[in-house]
Every structure is written in C-alpha cells, then in structure tokens.
C-alpha cells in the first residue's frame, strides 16, 4: 500500500550535513508514523529516528540526539532527516520506513521498508 524511495546520501565529511530525502506513495501515507533506521557494515539494522503520523511525537536514538532532526511534509508525501555535525559513526545505509497501522505515533516491528541511501562521512 505504501512505497519508499531514500535520497540525498553521499559523501560528506566529518562535522558536515546532509539531507535526506523519503518520498512516499499511497492514499494512508498522511496517517501513518514514518522513520529512519540505518545499517553500519557488520552490523544490525538500527532506529535512528521516528515521527508520528501528525508529525505530534517524535523520538530519537541517543547517538543522534541534538544532531538530527526528522520532518515530514504530509502534502509533499515526503518525510526528511537533518543530519547536523555529522560522524564517521554514522556511515551507514539509511532506510526510510513507514508504519503499517494507521494513526499510529511510533514504528513497528513489521514496517514498509525503502530501498536505502549510501552516507559516508570521512574523518
């Protein structure tokens, strides 16, 4: 019911900024949560960012926090991750995602998934 498409990724280097991008298909994206995960080499999926479906709530990993700050612009069907002071720690492929049920605040463990954008950030 709802397609992800990420961009904005590339190369940057440390203590520089980045935007991205998600923008999304489907007549339930306005009500659904949306967020970022990213995944490091070697490591596991991992929450990055969250916001709920009237843009109300908000969370964020600790690692993040004060850094990055995620938006969305229901009329656009997009939702969009500030990345502020940036560090080599937050190389990763970041995901955008998109909550199943309606109305809702947070992410689930069974969202709709993008294909992923590339941010590599050199020391």
């Not at 969305?72 to 937050?90: G, I, T």
């Not at 955008?96 to 309606?102: H, P, Q, R, Y």
Request: overall charge neutral.
């Amino acid at each position: 019911q709802v397609q992800l498409e990420e961009s904005g990724g590339g190369l940057v280097q440390a203590g520089g900024s980045l935007r991205l991008s998600c923008a999304g298909s489907g007549r339930t994206f306005s009500a659904n949560a949306m967020g970022w995960f990213r995944q490091a080499p070697g490591k596991e999926r991992e929450f990055v960012a969250s916001i709920g479906w009237n843009g109300a709530n908000t969370e964020y990993a600790d690692s993040v926090k004060g850094r990055f700050t995620i938006s969305r612009d229901n009329a656009k069907n997009s939702v969009y991750l500030q990345m502020n002071s940036l560090k080599p720690e937050d190389t990763a492929v970041y995901y955008c995602a998109a909550e199943t049920g309606v109305f809702s605040h947070v992410i689930g463990s069974n969202p709709f998934w993008g294909q992923g954008t590339q941010v590599t950030v050199s020391s």
